[in-house]
């Protein structure tokens, strides 16, 4: 028989008595490791792999807006160079890779999970929260960058109010809040919205940048031109492919959108032969989605970064110049005139707003996966709206701070989409070698080691942003540390389920009318063990020679997981009755399982156990890491934290 338990309200979680704190914490029921992001592990109602590309594509073609003046400032006049080896470097390396990803790692958990499962223990857990630093760098950033972006488009439309100038944080800000604000009120019709605003904005960009490619066969005077001034300037060819290798890591802005990509496949439709654990249909269709969006940007960056550093003078591409962050919209303003240009300055200020949408759509989607399952963050961080709040109210920050520009925040973007894509790659890299893929793995290696320098180069030249992707981290660890001692007491099992001979143990002992239960540490399993455990608890504990005991034995797990499933198995050993169950916090687990049976027998349950030896604090810290410590004692506040009624509440001895 198996069972969940269901309290009124989840521990750790706040009351919900007023009606704003139940619309606030609207879905929080359970304490179950899963969440309600926009890309939860089930969702709603799935699409086609095309439409569920157009939601990872607000954020991945929306780059169009300013990656080819960025580009223009990086590389100047080799700017078409550059991007011709972040494009080999798209398609070569960073495709391969999150098709990889895709395969492993289905249910939306991306990259992350897989290193999770490939580093247990603790240090799984600390690499995963660094990861989550760098993750949360990328998305918030997304947010912040893509809005302030989509508020220098609108100012410098000539419809513009003049009032918009000088305003650039206000605007930046609204946006955000307005951001903020869908999310709070669902976020349930995201990939319509997406769908027309991908198809708008890339047909609008196809018009730009084939009038753009008229203007320079009509005046071939000006690729002339260019050409003359980068062999002026570099004259070997060799130089200008070795400028554009050492350059072309400022450039990594255009590799965002690939983590994404993995995280929304939860929303594609599979084939009806699907199964959870082999889900065919929907891994074809995620490969489908990132290889079309991969091709559809790599032809989008080289032309545009070809017509903007032609047409473009580049001086205008400075900060304060007319192309700074803007120039295919500078483009479309020039060659087709302030009316198609105000369109075109819409749609860009639409997917650039929304790009931000699927940036906060990520960090949903990885912050209630993981850190309240390692009690590294308030129940109520599973909850959205209250994320929603949190998340907004850093992106104020971060917008304040960096006065809404653009150029500013590129190499914190830039620092973030870089390390998530190295990790990705080490973490197909460790697959293949787990799988002794042995060509994979060399192939793999080599991509994560090209992506490891790009990464290194980033940092070197912007350090910026592992300056702010640290203080991301050392938040995320210092929460992490708060919240974990804070819920140490709390019960941690998200389901209790006894096998057939446990249950018919329990049910046994509750007939005749007392359930007692001795706590042993497993040691050599011998008869003898149970013998002189039976006989001292017995003696000491003063537990009548005719009463029927049962031992439960909790066998040591992985200490840092928080959150489990615990299985009860009944067994008979040397003619003893025992209760195993495997478990990495033995105080919770034995506080969840006596709960457990009081509610599958309707009787209280006493449990005995031995004093342990040893100082009091260094058993606390031997608990809050390892999860064993003082036994007793800890079980008792267990019980009395998630038991209020002492009647209910199983009885605790210890001798």
């Keep these: 028989m198996s069972s969940t338990p269901t309290p009124q309200r989840a521990p750790g979680s706040p009351r919900t008595t007023g009606a704003f704190r139940r619309w606030m914490l609207q879905g929080l029921t359970d304490r179950s490791g899963s969440h309600q992001g926009p890309h939860a592990h089930v969702a709603e109602k799935t699409h086609s792999w095309w439409r569920v590309m157009c939601l990872t594509g607000v954020d991945y073609f929306s780059t169009l807006g300013y990656q080819p003046a960025i580009a223009a400032v990086a590389a100047g006049l080799l700017s078409p160079f550059a991007?011709?080896?972040?494009?080999?470097?798209?398609?070569?390396?960073?495709?391969?890779?999150?098709?990889?990803?895709?395969?492993?790692?289905?249910?939306?958990?991306?990259?992350?999970?897989?290193?999770?499962?490939?580093?247990?223990?603790?240090?799984?857990?600390?690499?995963?929260?660094?990861?989550?630093?760098?993750?949360?760098?990328?998305?918030?950033?997304?947010?912040?960058?893509?809005?302030?972006?989509?508020?220098?488009?609108?100012?410098?439309?000539?419809?513009?109010?003049g009032w918009f100038h000088g305003n650039e944080v206000l605007i930046t800000l609204v946006l955000v809040a307005l951001l903020g604000g869908v999310f709070l009120r669902g976020f349930r019709e995201a990939i319509g919205i997406a769908v027309v605003l991908v198809a708008v904005y890339l047909a609008l960009n196809v018009v730009v940048i084939l009038v753009s490619i008229g203007q320079i066969f009509v005046h071939p005077i000006d690729v002339t031109n260019w050409w003359s001034a980068v062999n002026t300037q570099h004259g070997n060819p060799l130089v200008i492919v070795g400028i554009a290798l050492v350059v072309f890591p400022k450039l990594a802005l255009g590799l965002s959108g690939f983590e994404t990509g993995v995280a929304v496949m939860p929303q594609i439709t599979g084939d009806a032969s699907d199964t959870d654990a082999k889900p065919a249909g929907r891994i074809r269709g995620a490969h489908r989605l990132l290889t079309s969006a991969?091709?559809?940007?790599?032809?989008?960056?080289i032309t545009s970064s070809l017509v903007t550093t032609i047409l473009i003078p580049q001086k205008a591409f400075q900060a304060g110049g007319p192309a700074n962050g803007r120039?295919?919209?500078?483009?479309?303003?020039?060659?087709?005139?302030?009316?198609?240009?105000?369109?075109?300055?819409?749609?860009?200020?639409?997917?650039?707003?929304?790009?931000?949408?699927?940036?906060?759509?990520?960090?949903?989607?990885?912050?209630?996966?993981?850190?309240p399952k390692y009690g590294m963050a308030p129940n109520w961080a599973r909850a959205v709206r209250p994320l929603v709040l949190v998340f907004t109210a850093i992106a104020f920050l971060i917008t304040i701070v960096f006065q809404a520009n653009v150029d500013a925040q590129g190499g914190a973007y830039a620092t973030g989409v870089l390390v998530l894509i190295t990790s990705?790659?080490?973490?197909?890299?460790?697959?293949?070698?787990?799988?002794?893929?042995?060509?994979?793995?060399?192939?793999?290696?080599?991509?994560?080691?090209?992506?490891?320098?790009?990464?290194?180069?980033?940092?070197?030249?912007?350090?910026?942003?592992?300056?702010?992707?640290?203080?991301?981290?050392i938040g995320i660890l210092v929460i992490s540390i708060v919240s974990r001692v804070q819920r140490s007491l709390q019960l941690r099992a998200t389901s209790v389920e006894l096998d057939a001979t446990a249950l018919e143990f329990v049910t046994a002992d509750a007939a005749h009318g007392h359930i007692r239960i001795i706590a042993n540490e497993p040691d050599d399993g011998s008869k003898s063990e149970y013998q002189k455990k039976n006989s001292d608890e017995r003696r000491f504990s003063h537990i009548p020679q005719k009463s029927k005991i049962i031992f439960l034995e909790v066998h040591p797990a992985d200490s840092s997981d928080f959150e489990e499933d615990l299985l009860v198995r009944g067994i008979e050993k040397h003619g003893y009755r025992v209760l195993e169950v495997n478990s990495g916090n033995?105080?919770?687990?034995?506080?969840?399982?006596?709960?457990?049976?009081?509610?599958?027998?309707?009787?209280?349950?006493?449990?005995?156990?031995e004093w342990s030896s040893g100082n009091p604090i260094s058993n606390m810290f031997k608990?809050?890491?390892?999860?064993?410590?003082?036994?007793?004692?800890?079980?008792?506040?267990?019980?009395?934290?998630?038991?209020?009624?002492?009647k209910r509440r199983p009885g605790v001895h210890a001798s």
């Design 327 to 371: 120039a295919l919209a500078y483009l479309a303003h020039e060659y087709l005139g302030p009316f198609f240009g105000t369109l075109y300055d819409l749609s860009t200020i639409c997917i650039l707003w929304f790009a931000g949408a699927s940036a906060m759509a990520g960090l949903l989607n990885l912050v209630p996966r993981y850190l």
């Design 623 to 646: 608990f809050l890491v390892t999860g064993v410590g003082d036994v007793a004692p800890v079980t008792r506040e267990v019980l009395r934290e998630s038991e209020k009624d002492p």
């Design 294 to 301: 991969a091709i559809i940007m790599s032809v989008f960056l």
């Design 83 to 161: 991007t011709i080896v972040l494009v080999a470097l798209t398609l070569l390396g960073a495709l391969p890779v999150y098709r990889r990803v895709a395969s492993e790692s289905f249910r939306g958990s991306g990259s992350i999970a897989m290193l999770e499962r490939l580093l247990p223990w603790w240090a799984g857990k600390l690499f995963v929260l660094v990861l989550l630093g760098f993750a949360a760098t990328d998305f918030m950033i997304t947010i912040t960058l893509s809005a302030a972006d989509a508020s220098a488009h609108a100012i410098e439309n000539p419809f513009a109010p």
């Design 586 to 609: 033995i105080p919770n687990t034995i506080a969840a399982v006596l709960l457990q049976i009081r509610d599958e027998t309707g009787m209280v349950p006493t449990i005995y156990f």
């Design 424 to 473: 990705a790659s080490v973490a197909v890299t460790l697959s293949a070698v787990h799988k002794k893929q042995r060509k994979r793995t060399v192939g793999f290696a080599f991509i994560a080691l090209v992506f490891l320098y790009t990464t290194i180069q980033n940092i070197r030249e912007r350090p910026d942003g592992i300056r702010i992707a640290a203080l991301f981290i």
